[in-house]
C-alpha cells in the first residue's frame, strides 16, 4: 500500500514537471512571439517615417540589418536581450537623437570601452596635437605636442581612417554625422579593450620620440576644452564670461538653458566697452531657447564671432544658425555635429519600451538640413600646435583678430 502510494506521488510529482516544462516552453513561445512582433512594428515605423536614409545614405544598412535583427528576435531569451536588439537596429539609423525611454525591463549592460587617457586634435599643416594627456602621460605628452605616428601609420592618417570606419557603424557613440564621430575619434582615441597597448610617436625637443600607451582608463565623457581664458565669472551651469586681454567680451556657452540669456545680459552689462564679443560654442551640448534670446540676438553688440566644432550639438546649431542670422556673426571653426532635428515619441505594440525619434530636420539659413550635415563655418580653423604649446587657444586667437580687423575698419558700433 506505501509502495503504491509512493509510485503515486512520483508520477504526480513527474507530471507536475513536465506541466511546468511545457508551461515554460509556452511563457517562451508567447515572449518571443511579441519580440518578434514588436521588432516588425519598429522596422514598420521607422520605414514609413524615418526621413533620413537617403540624405545619411543608410539606406542599405538598414535594409541589411533588418533581416539579420528578425532572425536574433526568433530566438531571443529576455526583454533585457530583445532591448540589445532594438538598441542595435537604433545604431544603424545614425542617429544621435534616437533613444529608449519608460523600459519595462532592465536594460543590456553595454562592454565597457576604454582609452590610453589621451585626447588630440587635428592640426594645422595635417598634422595631430595633443590637446589632454592623463596624469600617466602629462610627462612626455603635454598639451601641444605633435603626435607623428600611431602604430607605425602617419598619425593623421591612421586617425581619419578610424573616423572613416566610425562612420561606417564601427562607433560604439550614436552619431547623425561623419564629423560627430570623427570628433570622438581624436577626442577619445584608440579606444577598445582595457590592456589593450598602442605605440605612439611624437615630437619632443627637435627629435621624434617612441612612447608604449595602454588602454587603461575607460572611456567616459569627451574633453572638449583647451587652454581655455582663465578667471571666467560664471553667470550659471550654462554660461560664463570674462573680457579678455584684448579688450574683447568673451562668453562660454556650455549649453542652451533658460538661463542662457539672462546670463548674456549679465556678460552685456558687465563688460559695454568691449570690443566685439566671442561666443564659444564649442562642446555645447544642446537644450533650448525661445523667443526672449532671438530678440537678444538682434541686439547683441556688433562684430561678433562665434566658434564651432562638432561638439556643438542639437540646440547649440540652432543658436549658431540664428547668431549667423539676426547678429551677423562670422562662424569660426569646424562644423557642427549635425544633429538637430523635430522628435516624437513612439511605444512598442507590448508597452515594453519607447523610442524617441527624430521625425524632420531643423534647417541652415541656407535652406539645407541641419541633421547631418551641420552647420558650417565661414572660416574653418584647426589648433596650431606651436599655440598650444604656448597655451594659446588657435580659435580664440583667430577670432581676436577678426573682431580687430572689424573694429579697425568701423570705429564706431556696427548695427
Known sequence: ??????????????????????????????ATETHQTD???FF???????????????????????????????TCASDTEFLGIVIEAIRCLRDAHM?????????????????????????????VVVMWAADAHVGKLKSGTVVTRIDGQAARAFLEAKAKAAWGGASPYFVSSPQRARLFVYRMPLTGRRGDTHTLHYLAQGKEQELRVTCDLEARGWPHQY??????TRASQALAYRKLPSGVGYMYLRYVRTETEPGMRQALAA???AKGWILD?????????????????????RPVAVLLDAGCISAGETLARDLARH????????????????????????????????????WRNDGQPIEFNGIAPDVELEAVPEEVAQGLNSEIRRAEEYLADMVAQHPEPIR
Open 99 to 127: 533613444r529608449l525611454s519608460n523600459t519595462k525591463a532592465p536594460m543590456p549592460a553595454l562592454a565597457a570601452q576604454y582609452y590610453p587617457g589621451l585626447s588630440l586634435m587635428p592640426a594645422t599643416q595635417n598634422r
Open 39 to 41: 521588432l516588425a512594428a
Open 327 to 362: 547678429a551677423n556673426a562670422r562662424l569660426l571653426g569646424a562644423r557642427t555635429a549635425g544633429s538637430s532635428s523635430s522628435k516624437r515619441q513612439w511605444a512598442f505594440p507590448s508597452g515594453i519600451a519607447s523610442v524617441t525619434f527624430s521625425t524632420r530636420s531643423r
Open 227 to 232: 587652454n581655455m581664458p582663465t578667471n571666467l
Open 281 to 301: 560654442l564649442r562642446g555645447n551640448g544642446g537644450g533650448g531657447y525661445d523667443d526672449k534670446l532671438i530678440e537678444l540676438l538682434k541686439a547683441l553688440p
Open 1 to 30: 500500500m506505501i509502495q503504491s502510494n509512493l509510485r503515486s506521488v512520483g508520477v504526480i510529482r513527474r507530471l507536475l514537471l513536465a506541466a511546468s516544462l511545457l508551461c515554460s516552453v509556452q511563457v517562451a513561445a508567447r
Open 44 to 74: 514598420n515605423e521607422v520605414d514609413t517615417a524615418y526621413r533620413f536614409f537617403d540624405l545619411k545614405g543608410i539606406r542599405g544598412d538598414w535594409d541589411e540589418a533588418k533581416p539579420r535583427l528578425a532572425e536574433q528576435a526568433k
Open 271 to 273: 563688460h559695454p566697452d
